[in-house]
């Protein structure tokens, strides 16, 4: 149990483009999740957390305008990477908390995105 | 301000030989701790968490962890490395009352294994 996939794994696109990549819950239902950011050999940096129908937010730094975030239900949210530019290339990785009160996240597998 | 300090940033080791991953952290308040893992190209995966009760904490592919309250520290151990463990390892706290209970992750900690 407590899967959360990632669509797509890898994407590639050019500068000026605007990406969605899809974060699931696939066997829970997820009121909380966050969005993490991480560059080579680094660690994780959390950009914001979105509540199931409400506006998310944004840690600071992150442009809120750059990185829309929609979680529209309780299985999925998306991140839109906005007029995406080379140095927007990076992982970006999903959890999910099933909000009983617990404080484990459940982390996908993450997306590659590369901006030419 | 809390925070998370993975002392050493890459750990090389022999197969079959123990290891440490150092976690140590600062908080003013109670805390829930972690280990992940991370495979190349891949997603976290949990190792094992310490939430309350009894210190030390067993996880996944023969790991365990202590969780020391007066020094702060929750290192990571296991008995006899294979070489399949060769991944980043990261320490990561959340933080009682804490805002949606953020993750607060450590820099890393990329352990080799060597035949």
């Known amino acids: 149990g407590a899967v959360v996939s990632q669509h797509p794994s890898r994407v590639i696109c050019k500068s000026g483009t605007s990406v969605k990549i899809e974060c699931r819950s696939l066997?829970?239902?997820?009121?909380?999740m966050f969005w993490y950011r991480q560059f080579p050999k680094k660690s994780l940096m959390l950009m914001a957390t979105?509540?199931?129908?409400?506006?998310?937010?944004?840690e600071q730094g992150v442009e809120k305008d750059k990185f829309l975030i929609n979680h529209a239900s309780l299985t999925l949210s998306t991140l839109t990477v906005t007029s995406a530019h080379p140095e927007d290339s990076s992982f970006y990785i999903c959890?999910?908390?099933?909000?009983?009160?617990?404080?484990?996240?459940?982390f996908g597998p993450g997306t590659r995105l590369t901006v030419t | 301000a809390q925070s998370v300090t993975q002392l050493d940033s890459q750990v090389p080791v022999f197969e079959e030989a123990p290891v440490e991953l150092r976690c140590n952290y600062s908080?003013?308040?109670?805390?829930?701790l972690f280990w992940y893992v991370q495979y190349p190209n891949q997603g976290l995966q949990l190792l094992l968490k310490?939430?309350?009760?009894?210190?030390l904490v067993k996880g996944i592919n023969g790991f365990e962890a202590e969780f020391n309250k007066s020094q702060t520290s929750f290192h990571l151990r296991k008995p006899s490395v294979h070489i399949s463990d060769t991944a980043e390892y990261f320490c990561?706290?959340?933080?009682?009352?804490?805002?949606?209970?953020?993750?607060?992750f450590g820099k890393g900690t990329k352990l080799s294994v060597k035949p």
């Open positions: 908080s003013s308040v109670s805390v829930y």
């Open positions: 310490y939430l309350s009760g009894s210190t």
């Open positions: 066997d829970f239902q997820a009121t909380t």
């Open positions: 990561a706290v959340s933080f009682y009352g804490g805002s949606q209970g953020n993750l607060i």
């Open positions: 959890s999910a908390r099933t909000g009983t009160g617990a404080e484990e996240q459940y």
């Open positions: 979105s509540n199931e129908g409400s506006k998310a937010t944004y």
